[in-house]
């Protein structure tokens, strides 16, 4: 059983530009959700995907959109961005049943991103 | 989901138990309460959750009081390893929507 994995770790990126974050959720699993954590801060709620649809969102631009593949791997990408775009950003990975969450969510080690 | 309250920071010595409080005044019937850490540069690990009764896992027990409007996670024997910061969660089961404070950091002294 493989878990969590996240690339790029780290990522340099200049303001007004844009990224592409990639996540492979642990096997079995079919949803991924996406957090930013700021330095300093806990772990804040972008969104989640399930079955290729976005399935609930926290309180952020349209800016920052995603996508999930059949495989059940995600893409978070950010358009313009902003120097409070640096964080620390998780996925992770669980299971839904109809809906509903079965079993905790199990993280990957994040992707450091700092804007210039 | 109910929001919680948790002290900034604590120690404890390696070996013995480490008690972490968890305040969640406004919780309501079909909330429950969700414990995850996270140690330096990881990301979180899920370590235990309940409704009303107390549950031990393998990792840690959790209790939580008769009123359901605190709880205390309990590390039973720590070691350098559990120093991490420590997240109180309220929430719906199934709700994956996970709402993070800022957590209690517990340093686990040598």
């Known amino acids: 059983e493989t878990g969590v994995t996240q690339s790029p770790t780290h990522l340099i990126k200049t303001r007004g530009q844009q990224v592409t974050l990639r996540c492979s959720s642990q096997s079995g699993h079919n949803t991924v959700s996406w957090y930013q954590q700021a330095l300093g801060q806990g772990p804040q709620f972008i969104f989640q995907y399930y079955r290729e649809e976005e399935n609930g969102r926290g309180n952020f631009p349209p800016r920052f959109s995603g996508l999930q593949f059949p495989n059940y791997s995600s893409e978070l990408n950010v358009n313009a961005l902003e120097l409070d775009d640096s964080a620390l950003y998780l996925c992770?990975?669980?299971?839904?049943?109809?809906?509903?969450?079965?079993?905790?969510?199990?993280f990957g080690p994040g992707t450091r991103l700092t804007v210039l | 989901d109910a929001k919680t309250t948790q002290p900034t920071s604590m120690d404890c010595a390696e070996g013995r138990a480490a008690n972490l409080p968890c305040n969640h005044s406004?919780?309501?019937?079909?909330?429950?309460v969700y414990w995850y850490r996270q140690i330096h540069s990881q990301g979180p690990q899920y370590i235990i959750h309940g409704l009303k009764n107390n549950e031990t896992n393998e990792m840690a027990s959790l209790i939580i009081t008769e009123d359901r409007k605190s709880s205390t996670l309990i590390l039973p024997h720590a070691t350098l390893r559990d120093t991490a910061v420590y997240y109180c969660?309220?929430?719906?089961?199934?709700?994956?929507?996970?709402?993070f404070g800022t957590g209690t950091r517990l340093t686990i002294i040598p």
């Open positions: 969660i309220v929430l719906n089961f199934g709700n994956e929507k996970l709402t």
């Open positions: 992770a990975s669980s299971l839904l049943l109809a809906g509903v969450g079965i079993n905790e969510q199990f």
């Open positions: 406004t919780i309501s019937g079909n909330e429950y």
